[in-house]
């Protein structure tokens, strides 16, 4: 709760400490929250939590979750590309081909991702 006041109140700082403070807080929908409000002052933590979403849906091991999972990839992308940052989007893509190179579904899905200019929501 301490969070989200803090985020109503545009204190970006005080919600990232309060945060980082409760690892609790990583699996639920206020860490989303707070990557939408924060992810221009603070990216890195954004992407953090983007990164975190994403692969705990992949690890879902569906079709549909993959496709849920590319919400939050896009997200990183349109990020990663303001801050010019496009070696380290590609390092991720890379990555995440390797590590689950048996999941065509999923490659489908990341090759969409290469390609595509979807508006990101």
Do not use: C, F
Not at 90 to 109: E, F, I, P, T, W
């Amino acid at each position: 709760m301490l969070i989200l006041i803090a985020l109503l109140e545009k204190r970006n700082d005080d919600a990232v400490a309060l945060y980082q403070q409760s690892p609790q807080l990583r699996l639920t929908g206020v860490a989303e929250e707070l990557a939408k409000k924060i992810h221009s002052t603070h990216p890195d933590i954004a992407l953090q939590i983007w990164q975190t979403k994403a692969e705990q849906l992949i690890a879902l091991v569906k079709p549909k979750a993959y496709q849920e999972a590319a919400v939050y990839l896009r997200r990183m992308r349109k990020l990663y590309e303001e801050r010019k940052r496009l070696d380290d989007w590609q390092a991720l893509l890379a990555g995440l081909r390797s590590r689950h190179k048996a999941k065509r579904r999923l490659m489908d899905v990341l090759d969409e991702l290469e390609n595509d200019r979807k508006p990101v929501s």
